[in-house]
């Protein structure tokens, strides 16, 4: 039985059917990269938007992995080359913050590494089954599953906060305005938000400052770290912004 056929009679587990799209967008995209170069970062947040897409949205898994394959060969050195930016920006500032960490919107876990190598003690929500289900399956047992609007803590729980490629969305089932309310409200007084968003016309840096500070927050920086290449010419800026909590 081919892939396909397997999935069309049969009810998949998300694990089972994350693991099933690692393998293919492995298969697909093997060939195009040095064997020195490390797809696996970009293999596990493809493999895991593809099936946020096939889950979700009720779209075809074949075609889904398709895409999401010509994605990787498209992106991949770019992403990676990305994400050491974004990493070492957050390692940076994260050297600040001591005590209780909370990543909202926190997919598949990919901080993880990170919080641990700064040794803060981080906790995790995320509203996606299947990201839930890989972070417990990767060690991140202080995860919950539930949406960043909807926040089981109480206030003044953190000392600091990272919400990464969450806000842009800005959708009906993504609130900025509603998540950035309870961040506001579990974060303690002193304490720090940091956030990461692909910047467009649609969500650019004065909408992000704008939201940011109607939740009560003070902007310390806004920059931009990278410049992503999209097709025809055009460009997606990546953007990284910290804000403090102010004391009373
Ligand atoms: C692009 S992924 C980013 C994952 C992770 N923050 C990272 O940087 O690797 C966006 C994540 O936001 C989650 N998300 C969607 N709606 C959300 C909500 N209302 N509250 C919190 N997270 C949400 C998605 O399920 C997904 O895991």
Redesign the pocket.
Known sequence: MDNSTWLEETEVDDLALYDLTRNELRRLTGDHFPADFDLEEAIT?YAY?AC?VVKNRGKDWETTVQDYAELAVRNARSDSEAEKIELDLLRTDLARTTGRLL??????G??GDLYAACGLQAFF????DL?CRLMRRNGLTRSACC???QLCFPADSFQGVV????LH?DAP???ATG?LGEIGRVIAPGGWLYS?EPLSDDFDEEKWRELVTAAGFVVEKMEIFFDMPLPENRHERYGYLTAAKPVE
């Open positions: 947040a938007f946020i990543d909202v919107g926190a997919g598949w990919r901080f929500v995320e509203p996606f990201g949406p960043g609007q919400i990464g490629w969450v969305h089932d993504v609130p998540l990461v």
